[in-house]
């Protein structure tokens, strides 16, 4: 049988109601914000200085700054902030390149990066 539209907002607001006890809303979690991270681009320019040609997908190669790097071994995604190095040293994304630069923590880095707060 096919409830009139009168009996589902009766029904909707009793649900409410009943719920209204028990709802607490929540308060914005104080933690990591993925959305207020720095530009990818604007970032890396900052870290790495002098970037290579940058590919159709965003990629770009530099030097890598975790190790003594005489060729360009390091390539970096100017879009999405991950990066890779090919001698070894890793890979990861913009947080991770912040630890691991600045040997710190995971919240700490996100501190420092601005994406840490309600
Ligand atoms: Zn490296």
């Known amino acids: ?11 909707r607001r009793r649900r409410q ?3 209204g006890a028990y709802w607490v809303k929540p ?4 933690g990591f914000n993925r959305e207020r991270l720095p530009d990818p681009a604007a970032y890396y320019a900052r870290e790495l200085g002098k970037l290579g040609r ?5 990629w770009a190669i530099a030097h890598c700054p975790f190790h003594n790097d005489v060729h360009p071994s390091f390539t970096v995604n100017l879009r999405h902030g991950g990066w890779c190095c090919f001698r070894g040293c890793g890979k990861g994304d913009l947080v991770m390149f912040q630890q691991m630069k600045y040997g710190q923590s995971f919240v700490e880095a996100a501190q420092a990066l601005g994406a840490w707060g309600r």
Not at 27 to 30: D, G, L, M, V, Y
């Open 54 to 58: 940058i590919s159709g997908d965003g």
């Open 1 to 11: 049988m096919r409830r009139a539209a009168s009996d589902t907002r009766e029904y």
């Open 27 to 30: 308060r914005p979690r104080e």
């Open 17 to 19: 109601r009943r719920l």
